[in-house]
């Protein structure tokens, strides 16, 4: 049974920074392209950031600079690295994996920026 498990959401002033943290279970991690996606409040989810088997990565235009997707294939783990958060980043924050045809969602992880 796969499972994708995202942590490390929370509060966040603007301007901080948060990781979150993405564990994957029952698949052979190291096959799938993982991907951060968000949906935020009254809006359709979006693609944040990808990164390959290979880690190549791509981002969304508005996190360029400020996002890193990195993965850990021994541990299983994919990060997002969210550095000069603003309030417009608030969003439920959701791990995806994809092979070929295949497709995991996790739970998500909520967000917020705010003073």
């Known amino acids: 049974q796969v499972q994708l498990v995202e942590s490390g959401g929370g509060l966040v002033q603007p301007g901080g920074s948060l990781r979150l943290s993405c564990a994957a279970s029952g698949m052979t991690f190291s096959l799938y392209a993982m991907a951060w996606y968000r949906q935020g409040p009254g809006k359709q989810r979006e693609l944040v950031a990808r990164i390959t088997t290979g880690g190549s990565t791509n981002y969304e235009d508005s996190v360029k600079g400020r996002f890193t997707i990195s993965r850990d294939n021994a541990k299983n783990m994919v990060y997002l690295q969210m550095n000069s958060l603003k309030p417009e980043d608030t969003a439920v924050y959701y791990c995806?994996?994809?092979?070929?045809?295949?497709?995991?969602w996790g739970q998500g992880t909520q967000v917020t920026v705010s003073s």
């Open positions: 995806n994996a994809v092979l070929v045809r295949t497709n995991y």
